[in-house]
């Protein structure tokens, strides 16, 4: 699965490392020593065996060679053994000469057998080392992919790589990131490499050059590790840095063929998580833009308005102000107050807004809540004139623990809300109930309602009703959710019976000291 | 003669158009641009008035207050941005007497103007009524009683407390702090929340919509007036 898949795109130009030197010479030995415990055996044995069985003999050490050793050594394990079988089974005995010569069948048979049995076994031993080794590399590499798919950091997921890799290889392993487009020995996973010039240049050379060097290798041999390239699909993410052991393990052929494949999988998952986060900060980017365009043409849309009044009244009546009626120029007074007030109270909710967003402290204390309600129905005394306003508070109301300031603005709100979406001269009413967790208060109007699946979006910024001839930047309610939030409660907008619409605050009373 | 306003604001739109509407109003002023300037202004000219903005260049507008009241008790009404309940508070508890938030209609900034002047004039003279009216609400300070709609109403002593404090100082925002100094005495200037219940309980007994109190009114995060007009 995995593993095949990353075999097909292993590189095969690396230079391969100069291996198994000593291991050979000690093969090499050990097929003489086997040899020469076979001509022993053979000698103690030779006064009771017939000398044609005395070849089995050798035949059990060619065997035993190959098993153990290289199938070069046990190859030169099968022409030793025919050689001193000849010299010392086959008389005469210490000579190669030969006193009959259907022994020269016996030579060519054993030879024959001896490098079958080499070879045969050679090969068993190599495919069973294959099975293991493959197997210990498809599960090696299952639990990168499966570490790795669950990072969407570039720097989990080399970390989470290096962690696995010092594992599985048994050896020190980090993995180094760039920083803008320098290899940075300070975005490393661990600081188990030495840090040092040369150590640094290494790596910065195969980030650069794509290709591997250090230790064992074509170039910066002299360095402590080696260095292999992280290569995604389109560029360079990374560099893989290992710091061999003294027996160098890690550069066996097999070793350095997972190792490539570890570093190519890494990569594959680092440039993965990269583009996602890219993906993720463009859509970010995307949203904030689009918010802040829409904040801009509400805003300059509702601030243009009023003061294109102000401005056009009030430049009337410097120009034109003898001629005017003085009925006219009563009327443009007016405008231009009112829409000084509009402009003020817009300003102020953006503020107030502004001031929730960056999270403001509550100064909050215990406060009954008809005095907060009786200081939002009075500040909202002119716009309620001709309406009747029915109050619900009930004297059994405990306490709120609240920031009165803040509490009294959301009730402002939900009346200003109320007076805008309702007919003129309909009631408001203004209610609460509290039971052991909870105050509720509600405001409720006979105005149009909310339309279908309205109910949630009326508290989003910049949001407004579908009603004609409402003006407002959509800010009124979304303070009230922003003040409610903050003191912990919630603000849901529900139709009511009859028609109209219900604005209920709930505020937990866990507050209550 | 027409009463002296020191006006103290560096805003120069502002301080045309309260120089217009004050003049319009019948008083004489004098303008000061920074607290050095009205502080000093204040010492030279003995105004019966301080119209103090509170964002001054040089330095706080408190600081003017404070200096003030070192030797005067002459009226300051602060004119202060919106939303910065902290400096109204600071402001009131200095000894400033009102505020207005900006922005602010004239109408009101006249009223707290006249409210202020007045008051002080009543100071002066030093014998204040012994019965004070508002709404249907009767005070008698001396008898100690309260009538509304002419019957006897029953007060705690809190609660006549209370209302005294506030009767004495019509149409005068007093900090909570100032209430609670006064009532219950300067160890429990912070449980304000017993302040609030003691208003909820007058409010109840005096007001015919306690929902909607025409006279007992709150400053939302500053304190209470007492409206006696209106």
Not at chain 1, 79 to 106: G, H, I, K, M, R
Not at chain 1, 436 to 448: M, P, S
Not at chain 2, 93 to 105: I, M, N, Q, S
Request: with cysteine.
């Amino acid at each position: 699965m995995d593993a095949a898949a990353g075999e097909t795109s292993v590189e095969t130009d690396d230079p391969q490392p100069r291996a198994r030197d000593t291991s050979s010479t000690r093969d090499y030995l050990l097929a003489i020593g086997i040899v020469g415990i076979s001509t022993l055996v053979a000698l103690a044995l030779r006064p009771h065996l017939a000398p044609v069985n005395l070849a089995m003999v050798y035949l059990l050490g060619v065997v035993a060679v190959a098993w153990r050793c290289s199938q070069a050594a046990s190859v030169v394990a099968s022409f030793l053994s025919v050689a001193a079988f000849d010299f010392f089974c086959v008389p005469p005995y210490l000579t190669f000469q030969v006193s009959d010569y259907e022994y020269l069948f016996t030579f060519a048979g054993m030879l024959v057998v001896a490098l079958v049995i080499s070879t045969q076994t050679a090969r068993i031993r190599a495919q069973a080392a294959h099975a293991i080794d493959r197997e210990a590399r498809t599960k090696a590499l299952y639990r990168l992919s499966r570490r790795l798919s669950a990072q969407t950091r570039v720097f989990d997921a080399a970390r989470t790589a290096a962690e696995l890799a010092e594992e599985v290889f048994e050896t020190p392993v980090v993995m180094f990131l760039p920083d803008k487009g320098k290899i940075s020995f300070r975005r490393r996973t661990s600081d188990q490499l030495l840090v040092s010039s040369t150590e640094e240049a290494a790596a910065q050379w195969v980030f650069d050059h794509g290709r591997k060097a250090g230790k064992r290798m074509d170039a910066f041999s002299g360095s402590a590790a080696f260095y292999i390239p992280l290569k995604g699909a389109t560029r360079i993410v990374g560099v893989m840095g290992v710091l061999p052991d003294a027996e160098g393990r890690v550069f066996a052929p097999e070793q350095q063929n997972l190792l490539d494949v570890f570093a190519n999988q890494t990569a594959l998952a680092m440039e993965r998580t990269l583009s996602q986060n890219a993906a993720e900060t463009a859509r970010l980017q995307m949203q904030t833009e689009e918010m802040r365009s829409s904040l801009l043409s509400a805003v300059s849309h509702d601030l243009r308005t009023p003061l294109a009044s102000i401005t056009g009244a009030a430049s009337t009546l410097r120009a034109q102000g003898e001629k005017l009626p003085p009925e006219t120029r009563q009327e443009l007074l007016e405008s231009i107050s009112d829409e000084a007030e509009r402009l003020g109270r817009l300003v102020g909710n953006l503020l107030d807004m502004t001031r929730l967003e960056t999270g403001i402290e509550l100064r909050r204390d215990l406060y009954p809540l008809e005095e907060i309600v009786g200081t939002a129905l009075q500040r909202m005394e002119k716009p309620l004139a001709g309406r009747q306003v029915i109050t619900e508070l009930p004297e059994s109301l405990p306490l709120v623990y609240v920031d009165d300031v803040l509490l009294g603005q959301l009730v402002v709100n939900l009346l200003e809300n109320a007076v805008k979406y309702s007919p003129a001269g309909t009631a408001i009413e203004v209610t609460a109930a509290a039971n052991d967790n909870a105050v509720t208060l509600e405001v409720r109007d006979r105005g149009a309602g909310f339309a279908e699946g309205e109910e949630q979006r009326v508290f989003e910024k910049f949001y407004r009703g579908k009603s004609d001839g409402v003006r407002g930047a959509g800010l009124g309610l979304a303070i009230c959710h922003a003040i409610a939030t903050a003191h912990r409660g919630t603000i849901e907008a529900l139709n009511r019976s009859g028609g109209g619409a219900i604005l209920r605050v709930r505020l937990p009373l866990e507050n209550a000291r | 003669m027409k009463p002296l306003i020191l006006v103290v604001e560096d805003d120069p739109q502002i301080r045309r158009f309260l120089r217009a509407t004050l003049a319009a109003e019948g008083y004489q002023f004098h303008e000061a641009l920074t607290a050095q300037e009205g502080a000093a202004q204040a010492a030279a000219r003995t105004p019966d008035l301080i119209l103090l903005d509170l964002g001054l260049p040089d330095h706080d507008g408190l600081e003017v207050i404070r200096g003030v009241r070192e030797w005067s008790q002459m009226p300051i009404v602060v004119v202060s941005a919106r939303g910065q309940e902290k400096d109204k508070i600071a402001a009131l508890d200095l000894g400033a007497d009102d505020y207005v938030g900006k922005p602010f209609a004239v109408g009101e900034l006249l009223a707290r103007i006249r409210a202020a002047l007045r008051r002080s004039a009543s100071a002066a003279q030093d014998g204040s009524d012994v019965v004070s009216r508002f709404g249907k609400v009767e005070v008698d300070l001396e008898k100690r009683r309260v009538k509304v709609d002419g019957q006897d109403v029953h007060l705690t002593p809190n609660e006549y407390k209370l209302l005294q404090v506030l009767v004495h100082h019509p149409g005068k925002v007093l900090t909570q702090r100032q209430l609670l100094n006064e009532v219950w005495g300067p160890n429990h200037t912070e449980q304000a929340q017993y302040l609030r219940v003691y208003v909820a309980q007058l409010r109840r007994k005096l007001e015919s919509d306690p929902a909607r109190p025409r006279h007992l009114q709150t400053e939302p995060g500053v304190g209470y007036r007492l409206v006696v007009d209106g």
